[in-house]
């Protein structure tokens, strides 16, 4: 008889979006044609930029003539995108082999696969508040999961603290917190993973929203990076690719654990298990990474970030802590009053028709706190905005 992998049984069902939707469904049913001010979605609002149109436009035609055709794709990426990226990389100072790259169908993909480089007895750190893919794919793979609380006392951003284990996951900027690692901050977590022998897998995924400075893109900005980590990077909110789907994965050839380099396993495994991202799409992708689409991506970018603005002014005013919001999409409130995150969403709710996504949903320790995002239409969040101060009086 075929045996299951019996590790699904200890994942916990995630009802956090199915209760959001819930919710706001019976609001709505008991208060018809109420408007209703979405600041939960984690999806994007603005379209793909013109650059990508015209260079997925041309790929298509590419594929209607026997001389432009293409065919199967190299599996781990076609050269003009994976050169572009290093290109883009050597901007900021980061010197990658256009090999080192690996083109992906996006960053959600890979926090699965990558997991099969590994072997079932690792520890796996996990800073919470985190993204839940994180815990979720090391149950699947049977992993020892040590689940590290951040707080409002460390900013959301903890630092090592001696507890160790062989897979560490970063995220920086943050999902959910929106709290982002300054340059000497993440240089510990490289520091302490090169020396207990960890893999950090950094997780890039909002890298394009950073402003301050002193707060890197890449982890590999930072000296021994490149023998201690994986970068995971998507186009997802970088260039609104969230329904196109592409990304890129850093596996560099300076990563050896265990006698061995990664880099040749994740080609083998690469090459073992995909036969890549579309002709298309890649087309489309390195379109980002030319001047007019590094324009033109920034001017969508800008929009989130003046919502961004705009909801943190509306907070500061309300006296409300938070963190994030600058070099990231998201905000991470604590509730006011004291009220745990459910009965916040209600009062949201209930008293100014805004949806946003608690707290809990991210972690026992986001209890208490509240995520914001800045990735709606602009009017709806300027409406937000001025809900939240006319609507929801903080009684202390
Ligand atoms: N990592 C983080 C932290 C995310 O927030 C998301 C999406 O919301 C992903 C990865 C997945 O991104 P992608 O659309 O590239 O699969």
Same mark, same amino acid.
């Given at each position: ?27 709505? !049913? ?11 979605? *984690? ?7 013109? %650059? ?26 076609? !050269? ?14 980061? +010197? ?8 992906? +169908? *996006?960053?959600?993909?890979? $926090?699965?696969?990558?997991?099969? $480089? ?27 999961? $040590?689940?590290?609380? %951040? ?13 160790? %284990? ?19 901050? =993440? ?13 950090? &897998? ?59 380099? &990664? ?21 489309? !992708? ?6 007019? *689409? ?5 001017? @969508? =970018? ?12 509306? =907070? ?21 009053? *004291? ?45 937000? @905005? @001025? ?10």
């Amino acid at each position: 008889m075929v045996q299951l992998n019996h590790n699904y049984q200890n994942l916990r069902d995630s009802y956090l979006f199915y209760n959001i939707s819930q919710r706001t469904a019976a609001y709505q !049913a008991a208060h018809p044609g109420q408007p209703i001010y979405r600041l939960g979605i *984690g999806d994007v609002s603005q379209p793909l930029c013109p %650059a990508v149109i015209e260079a997925l436009h041309r790929a298509v035609d590419d594929q209607a003539h026997k001389a432009s055709f293409r065919g199967y794709q190299p599996e781990c990426g076609t !050269a003009f995108l994976r050169e572009a990226i290093a290109r883009h990389y050597g901007s900021r100072g980061v +010197s990658l082999q256009a090999d080192e790259i690996f083109i992906t +169908s *996006g960053a959600g993909d890979e $926090l699965g696969n990558l997991l099969g $480089l590994f072997g079932p007895d690792n520890r796996v750190m996990v800073l919470e508040p985190a993204y839940p893919a994180y815990v979720d794919t090391n149950i699947m793979a049977g992993h020892p999961i $040590l689940r590290r609380s %951040a707080g409002q006392e460390n900013g959301f951003l903890p630092l090592p603290d001696g507890q160790t %284990a062989e897979l560490i996951y970063l995220c920086s900027p943050n999902n959910p917190t929106g709290a982002a690692y300054t340059r000497a901050q =993440l240089q510990q977590w490289v520091d302490f993973a090169n020396e207990i022998g960890a893999v950090i &897998l950094f997780d890039a995924a909002y890298e394009a929203f950073i402003q301050d400075a002193d707060v890197p893109h890449s982890i590999y900005e930072l000296p021994g990076a490149q023998e201690c980590a994986i970068e995971i990077c998507s186009l997802s909110k970088t260039a609104g690719f969230t329904g196109t789907r592409c990304g890129y994965t850093v596996v560099p050839r300076a990563l050896v654990r265990d006698g061995q380099q &990664l880099h040749p396993m994740w080609v083998r495994d690469r090459t073992t298990k995909t036969n890549g991202v579309s002709y298309i799409l890649q087309r489309g !992708a390195a379109a980002v990474f030319t001047p007019e *689409g590094q324009r033109q991506t920034q001017a @969508a =970018l800008a929009v989130y970030r003046e919502n961004a603005r705009v909801l943190a002014e509306a =907070l500061d005013r309300l006296g409300i802590w938070y963190c994030g919001g600058r070099n990231a999409p998201y905000l991470w409130l604590r509730c006011p009053d *004291g009220l745990d995150s459910w009965a916040f969403f209600d009062r949201l709710l209930e008293r100014a028709q805004i949806v946003g996504v608690p707290g809990a949903g991210f972690g026992a320790c986001g209890e208490g706190f509240f995520r914001f995002s800045a990735f709606g239409d602009p009017a709806e969040t300027r409406e937000a @905005a @001025a809900r939240l101060e006319s609507k929801l009086t903080v009684e202390s």
